[in-house]
């Protein structure tokens, strides 16, 4: 997050950190750590009247960002989720509605994109798949076929985010050697779900596999085989909300760790009077700042579809991906034993740091994206 | 009177407005017209040992010509007030004038230390009279500077210097050794932080001084590196005279010199002193490890791939960091010892990119023929691998800034505090060179 936010930007930011900080405190998410969808609906629904979908939308379908920087005013939303450990599929529900306002409307798109911005429904992104290159657009084997007058979708797509609680699935899959975007709902035949664990408290995700499921062709969003753009620029907008959540992980760690150094004595003196334990603190600020630079650096690029926005959002997941975890980890050998017991609050910012780390490209497949990258502009 | 800061608030006496954007016009006319085009990548590498010593003469040589050609062209201290034959304009002046120096040759050498810290810190602490007689000079190309600084006893402890000043009439006798100055050999002026009073504590005892280092009494030694650099040198001062008219700032309070000496050496590109390419000051260059992985025959290979990914990542977060903490520092938002920080992290990721480097030469590494092409030379830049997390200040002592000035922990305990320095212990290493 930027030292500098305009006056709506930090509105926006305070009145979100105030209603998770009331809505859903660290006692609540152990609460929730058995629920089903791992959040209340109400919880979801009053979050939505705060922006919490909005954003990414423009004011005439809808929406509207605070500053004209869509995307960077997302990030200050995904900044504090990660602040607070919070749940509810922010990342799923904001990439749909940026997609579902990004082309021209059909009646039955734009129910369900009134219903995404009023926060009553959600709609899960299915997007990666679990075979290797199943994150990048261009290694999708999901089939989206056109047979007659209809679509048919075979293949299958996971870890996708809150899917039994969607109403539609938006569905990223390959035509032939194009790709095409789907919106799904989620009662049609053929489409089946199981739920899989996770590393987070509240996050749930599944494995939905899609058999031969048809549905007419005007359920596509633009145009079919004619996709790999939107789903690359979905994907920018993904690691970016990712990194911006993880670098609200990394510093509330951070600030309870600081705390907990100067706290606690040992051999008569605070832990943060022992120089070993000060340099890896000054480390961790720095890591820190350098995820903080990076991840507002890459909001701001694709924001405003600058030339290097695809290295940035890359440099981003790979550089926020590894110290995010990094850090609070550091932050766990700092606390000792406590720190890797349930009752401590500091595995709630490691599990989101850890997960947002696998989702949308791993640090070294986005390593390998940028290798890419580079070689691209240099040839 | 900081005639410095007059020129960036821009209402000295010397702030002649001239519109940035006509100005940068004119810098990219004149440039074009007068600079070569150079390949970035010969400011690069550090410390490579391709010149010969007439090589390097001649190049010095060659950039005090091109100093002067700035200077008759009116581009040469653009911040410095008119009166001591700079230009009198802003900070926004020389950063357009960067911009448009981008591609083009430059006086590399005449930058760091002369720009800054040396000539800042003459004009923030020098008497009228030492400005006009040293910063005209210094524009036109005729003095380089250098800082006598660090000592050979001293690593991290700057204020424990132990080179003396005894004053004798009108003037100072200096005895000592001083280390680590860049190019003392072909250099003309120093700025010199000695010790002026050993019966009060460390940092009470100092003053700063100014003297040319050609002279009787001041012998220059060039130190080899392990690379077979030797572009460091080490100067023994034996009875060096110096006139009290060339003190700078009052007997004993050198240090409140020596914190803004070190406060402009490590403002470097972001000086507004300084003359320098706005795209080269940044870039670690990491694109050169595309062509590394290409030489070695790797470009398919994933774990190639992951290491130049990994160079570029470090690349540009290096960048936005530095951008980050700039701003942040510039608009009083976090305090000005959080540039410790994007310090630290060049320092680690330097190191790191040689690594790297290293790593994509495989065997050539060890061994190569010049038909390797970039792939030469990576083995001993990995031997220097460690002089990014060493010079212009350790990462310990960055790790140090950050915990104790920026996150206020503890302060580590020092032994030569409120003491007479006469008092504080020194090592048997004391005085040796690598001590």
Not at chain 1, 151 to 165: D, F, I, M, S
Not at chain 1, 358 to 377: F, Q
Request: glycine share 10%; aromatic share 6%.
């Amino acid at each position: 997050m930027r030292f500098q936010l305009t006056e709506d930007q930090q509105s926006l930011r305070e009145t979100t950190a105030k209603y998770l900080s009331d809505a859903v405190p660290v006692g609540h998410l152990r609460k929730l750590r058995q629920h089903p969808a791992g959040y209340e609906e109400e919880y979801w629904r009053q979050g939505a009247e705060l922006g919490w979908t909005s954003l990414l939308v423009p004011e005439e379908r809808g929406g509207g960002s605070v500053s004209g920087n869509a995307l960077v005013d997302a990030t200050l939303l995904a900044h504090e989720f990660g602040r607070h450990a919070a749940p509810g599929p922010l990342l799923s529900c904001n990439i749909a509605a940026s997609v579902l306002a990004g082309e021209a409307p059909t009646t039955r798109h734009a129910v369900v994109l009134d219903e995404l911005l009023s926060g009553s429904q959600v709609v899960s992104w299915c997007f990666t798949e679990g075979h290797p290159g199943g994150h990048r657009p261009e290694g999708l084997t999901l089939a989206i076929d056109v047979e007659g007058d209809e679509l048919v979708l075979h293949g299958t797509k996971r870890p996708v985010e809150a899917a039994a609680q969607a109403g539609h699935l938006l569905v990223s899959g390959r035509s032939g050697d194009g790709l095409t975007q789907v919106l799904v709902p989620v009662d049609t035949p053929g489409v089946s779900m199981e739920l899989m664990e996770t590393v987070d408290l509240t996050r749930r995700y599944w494995v939905v596999r899609f058999d031969r499921v048809r549905l007419p062709v005007d359920a596509a969003i633009g145009q079919v085989g004619g996709a790999a753009r939107q789903v690359e620029h979905q994907l920018q907008l993904g690691v970016v909300l990712l990194a911006a959540e993880t670098v609200g992980a990394m510093e509330r760690g951070f600030d309870m760790t600081l705390e907990w150094a100067f706290d606690r004595y040992t051999f008569g003196r605070p832990l943060a009077s022992y120089q070993e334990l000060k340099h890896r603190f000054a480390d961790m600020k720095t890591w820190l700042e350098a995820s903080h630079a990076v991840t507002d650096a890459a909001a701001a690029a694709v924001d405003g579809a600058e030339k290097n926005a695809a290295e940035l959002v890359s440099v981003a997941g790979a550089f926020v991906g590894q110290y995010g975890a990094e850090l609070v980890q550091d932050c766990v050998q700092m606390h000792g034993g406590i720190g890797v017991t349930y009752e401590h609050d500091l595995h709630l910012f490691l599990r989101r740091a850890t997960l947002n780390r696998t989702l949308l490209g791993t640090p070294a497949l986005h390593r390998r994206r940028i290798a890419e990258l580079v070689a691209e502009a240099e040839s | 009177m900081n005639s410095t800061r007059d020129a960036e608030d821009g209402d000295g006496e010397d702030g002649d407005r001239q519109d940035t954007a006509g100005f940068a016009a004119r810098a990219r006319t004149w440039i074009e017209a007068n600079l070569r085009r150079v390949d970035p990548s010969v400011y690069e590498g550090a410390f490579r040992t391709d010149l010969t010593e007439e090589e390097e003469l001649a190049e010095v040589a060659q950039e005090r010509q091109l100093q002067k050609r700035l200077h008759d062209a009116g581009f040469a201290g653009i911040c410095v007030p008119r009166c001591y034959g700079g230009q009198g304009l802003t900070p926004a002046h020389q950063r357009a004038f960067n911009e448009a120096l981008n591609g083009h040759e430059f006086p590399a050498r005449i930058q760091s230390p002369t720009m800054a810290p040396c000539l800042a810190v003459l004009l923030e602490f020098g008497t009228e009279e030492q400005k006009r007689t040293h910063v005209p000079p210094i524009l036109r190309g005729e003095e380089l500077w250098m800082q006598l600084l660090s000592e050979p006893g001293g690593g991290s402890d700057v204020a424990g210097v132990l080179t003396s000043a005894a004053r004798d009439g009108d003037q100072w006798v200096l005895n000592g050794s001083k280390i680590w100055t860049t190019g003392a050999w072909w250099s003309d002026w120093a700025l010199c932080l000695a010790r002026t009073n050993w019966d009060v504590p460390k940092h009470r005892g100092l003053t700063v001084f100014i003297l040319p280092l050609r002279q009787p009494g001041l012998e220059i030694h060039r130190i080899e590196m392990l690379n077979g650099s030797k572009e460091f040198c080490q100067e023994f001062l034996t009875d060096v005279v110096v006139p009290d008219s060339d003190r700078i700032g009052d007997i004993d309070e050198g240090w409140t010199v020596g914190v803004r000496w070190m406060f402009h050496e490590r403002m470097l590109y972001e000086s507004p002193l300084v003359t320098f390419p706005a795209g080269l000051s940044r870039s670690f260059a990491s694109s050169s490890y595309t062509n590394l992985a290409r030489a070695a025959g790797r470009q398919e290979d994933p774990s190639a791939q992951e290491l130049v990914g990994e160079a570029r990542m470090l690349d540009v977060v290096n960048e936005r960091l530095h951008e980050r903490m700039s701003r942040g520092i510039a608009a009083g938002l976090v305090n000005d010892q959080a540039a410790a920080i994007p310090r630290l992290f060049k320092g680690v990721a330097a190191v790191r990119l040689r690594t790297i480097a290293f790593e994509l030469a495989g065997m050539t590494g060890g061994a190569w023929t010049p038909d390797d092409g970039p792939l030469c030379d990576c083995g001993v830049d990995f031997l220097m691998r460690q002089t990014g997390s060493i010079g212009g200040g350790t990462t310990e002592m960055a790790r140090n800034v950050i915990s104790e000035r920026v996150l206020g922990m503890p302060r580590e305990r020092s032994a030569d505090r409120d003491i007479p320095f006469r008092q504080v212990r020194r090592g048997p290493s004391a005085g040796r060179r690598h001590g």
